[in-house]
């Protein structure tokens, strides 16, 4: 068994992140005839997956609301031509009819030349990537499976764009022009926020978050891999205060208005291992 190999490489062009509910009767049956390569990944949810570590989205309430909208199926296609992704995707939505879509986002790269790309605020998301071998054993369980936590943010650029170049650059704790972190930004800066290895245990993800803009809203979605559910629910509770009252200051331009988690299980022969 080994791991789904679009789980790994860099951020794609262009994507599509499609979430689908199982109709009445439904089985897996139907995943296990998918060909699985770099520019598909498959993610289940707890009511189909019967693995152990899953559960659903747990919704935060409190200084901020973190909805859940957990869903039974998760499509990422990735790739260049975003043509080519929208016709794989009709072919797989033709494919799995015992399922239906209640979620579909188009994702983007921002920044071509960069490998990690940016957030539509203009600073670069997922500095803290872990690579190589650290990447492996962040992303994977030992028998190559993962889990997928996702969720769409929704920013208010306008009111973003309008603070003063220091406000916005402590928010993120990073200088825009320059990518560089400085020690004096707030407590609630973002990277103080999620430093990975400042948890115990450390809370390393790989992300795989994709802007996106459609009917004249736009966001980031968070898409990140763990080898457990642990580190996610981590990053969020200090992010929405729960540890020690402090929110992230992202929420004052933005907040997530779905949240889901999802397995993705190894394959096999380029066919998923559906059982955990």
């Keep these: 068994m080994s791991p789904q190999p679009g789980i790994l490489p860099g951020i794609p062009n262009h994507g599509r992140f499609i979430e689908l509910r199982a109709k009445a009767g439904a089985s897996l049956q139907s995943l296990a005839a998918l060909t699985i390569d770099e520019t598909l990944v498959v993610g289940i949810g707890p009511r189909l997956a019967n693995h152990p570590d899953l559960h659903g989205f747990k919704a935060l309430s409190g200084a901020v609301n973190i909805p859940s909208t957990q869903a039974d199926l998760m499509l990422w296609l990735r790739g260049d031509d ?96 320059s990518n560089e972190e400085f020690e004096s930004a707030p407590i609630s800066a973002h990277v103080k926020r999620t430093a990975q290895e400042s948890f115990t245990p450390e809370a390393f993800v790989l992300r795989r978050s994709m802007p996106w803009s459609e009917g004249g809203k736009e966001g980031l979605i968070f898409a990140a891999f763990a080898h457990s559910l642990n580190p996610f629910e981590a990053l969020l509770d200090r992010m929405a205060g729960f540890e020690d009252g402090t929110l992230d200051a992202l929420f004052t331009f933005t907040h997530p208005v779905s949240g889901a988690n999802y397995w993705c299980p190894p394959i096999k022969n380029g066919h998923l291992i559906l059982t955990p």
């Design 82 to 177: 975003a043509g080519n992704i929208a016709t794989r995707a009709r072919h797989l939505l033709q494919s799995l009819p015992d399922f239906e879509v209640v979620r579909a986002v188009n994702g983007f790269k921002f920044g071509i030349d960069l490998e990690i790309g940016k957030d539509l605020s203009g600073y670069e998301d997922g500095t803290e990537n872990p690579t190589d071998d650290a990447a492996l054993k962040a992303a994977f369980a030992p028998d190559g499976s993962s889990f997928l936590s996702i969720q769409h943010w929704e920013h208010d650029l306008a009111f973003f764009e309008s603070q003063p170049q220091a406000t916005q650059d402590n928010t993120f704790g990073r200088r825009r022009q």
